[in-house]
């Protein structure tokens, strides 16, 4: 039972720019650059807008549907929409926001280095990829991701998500409009046609089924999807707002922050000779020579850290706001303590991935690519199978300017519980580990 | 080079469309 009560969105600007917050962050402008480079290029992109269109937007519309009709996070939805074992299953978001939590923070704190780094400087200076060698995996990295866990928890703590919303309503335009400031530059440097290349210009032979598998877990990750944050968020939802249309705008606002963070970052990685498969040090290397060679670079660097920052701080703590929730409704627990435990569980899982990679990627792996889309099923079979895929569809159509028809819920019923299971026994055949 | 405008402009259209699209409905909805 809700102990607490469900503040609701006051206006649909506010909500709009709170899911996008929830939505835009490190997913867009740090992984989704590196699963690109590391998985295939343009081919990558391939079933990443297959997936964004059969699982994304399908997915939000889900998800916020089960929140708000159910009007809980995940364990009284899927509880309440009639699930099996509902309250137990909905743990399992809880434990993937913990995951998540420990290894986001740690970019975060790389972005904390950073943003200092642009204001002395030392970012900027230096042969590529070492200031990011500096801080990545080697000790200092478990202070900077302290940092980002106690501020996170402070802000949790104190209910002061209202200051950082107030913010993101700056921040993220400032980042959207500075990434689109730096993909322009990107594509005009010498070089930029050979990252434009291979962003765009598919190769089929790379389309492997560890590509398809990745491009899942990528789509789902970046939309917040997977029975937590989202169905939180529908709870926040009235009956009068428009999940439908709302669900198109986040869906390809987030997609297009993605897009344009890889047209700055790929022209620039060919431009100056650095390998796209750099894996997760992708954008750190790249963007700060991309900056460095732009006129007033210092100050676009500061400007650019300083919106990441807050992108990726609104984002950690909607998922820690999500499992400090699951801990107040199951334990009691009073808001500061419920926070402080979780954000010491996510400090004792994260600290071993500041330090090392073959943890940190393991991490990664687990919680995103396996666990997730495992949750995202769940939420749908809770929703169209034990709630009822004609009731679903009504539901979600409160509210909205735009009818979906009755091809929603074979869609959502089958197709989209479908396309999650095989993707994820291609890659258990494969034997893939991420 | 040809294909890489054209992919581009492709790319940029089906993400920047729709996202425009939805938003601007759901602001004049407001």
Redesign the interface.
Same mark, same amino acid.
């Given at each position: 039972m809700e102990i607490h009560e469900r503040p609701k969105w006051r206006t649909k600007t506010g909500f709009i720019l709170a899911s996008m917050g929830c939505a835009v962050g490190l997913a867009n402008i740090w992984m989704f650059p590196w699963r690109v480079g590391q998985y295939g290029g343009a081919a990558f992109l391939i079933p990443y807008f297959i997936f964004l269109l059969v699982i994304g937007i399908i997915g939000i519309t889900i998800e916020w549907g089960l929140g708000r009709s159910q009007d809980g996070g995940p364990q009284r939805a899927f509880a309440g929409a009639g699930f099996p074992a509902g309250k137990w299953w909905g743990i399992l978001p809880y434990i993937i926001a913990v995951l998540v939590l420990a290894f986001y923070s740690n970019i975060l704190g790389w972005s904390l280095k950073f943003l200092v780094g642009t204001i002395t400087g030392a970012a900027l200076t230096g042969e590529p990829g070492q200031f990011f060698g500096s801080v990545a995996f080697q000790p200092e990295a478990i202070m900077w991701f302290c940092i980002t866990i106690v501020l996170t928890v402070l802000i949790v703590a104190f209910g002061v998500q209202k200051g950082i919303e107030m913010s993101a309503k700056v921040m993220m335009p400032l980042l959207f409009v500075l990434i689109t400031v730096m993909a322009i530059w990107s594509v005009t440097l010498p070089g930029a046609l050979e990252g434009l290349k291979f962003y765009l210009i598919p190769d089929l032979s790379k389309l492997t089924g560890e590509v398809w598998l990745i491009a899942l877990s990528q789509s789902i990750f970046t939309l917040s999807l997977g029975g937590g944050a989202m169905v939180v968020y529908g709870s926040y939802m009235r009956k009068s707002d428009d999940i439908t249309i709302s669900a198109i705008s986040v869906g390809f606002g987030n997609t297009v922050i993605a897009i344009m963070a890889g047209f700055a970052i790929f022209p620039a990685i060919f431009a100056f000779g650095l390998s796209p498969e750099a894996g997760p040090g992708l954008a750190f290397v790249s963007i700060p020579l991309l900056l460095q060679s732009m006129p007033g670079g210092a100050v676009w660097g500061v400007m650019f850290f300083l919106s990441l920052f807050f992108a990726g701080l609104t984002s950690t703590v909607a998922i820690m706001e999500v499992v400090t929730d699951g801990v107040i409704d199951n334990l009691h627990w009073d808001r500061k303590w419920a926070a402080i435990c979780v954000g010491a569980i996510a400090m004792a899982l994260g600290i071993p991935a500041s330090i090392n990679p073959g943890y940190f990627d393991t991490i990664i792996t687990i919680s995103t690519v396996w666990m997730l889309p495992i949750a995202g099923l769940i939420a749908a079979l809770a929703f169209l199978w034990s709630y009822g895929a004609k009731k679903a569809r009504e539901h979600v159509n409160m509210g909205s300017s735009i009818t979906l028809g009755k091809w929603w819920e074979p869609w959502a019923k089958y197709i989209y519980p479908l396309v999650i299971i095989v993707v994820l026994v291609i890659g258990i055949v494969l034997g893939i580990s991420g | +080079?040809a294909? *890489?405008i054209v992919?581009?402009v492709v *790319? !940029?259209a *089906?993400?920047?469309?729709?996202?425009i699209?939805?938003?601007v409905? !759901? +602001?004049k909805?407001?």
């Open positions: - | +080079m294909a *890489v992919i581009a *790319v !940029l *089906v993400s920047w469309g729709p996202f699209w939805a938003t409905k !759901l +602001m909805s407001e």
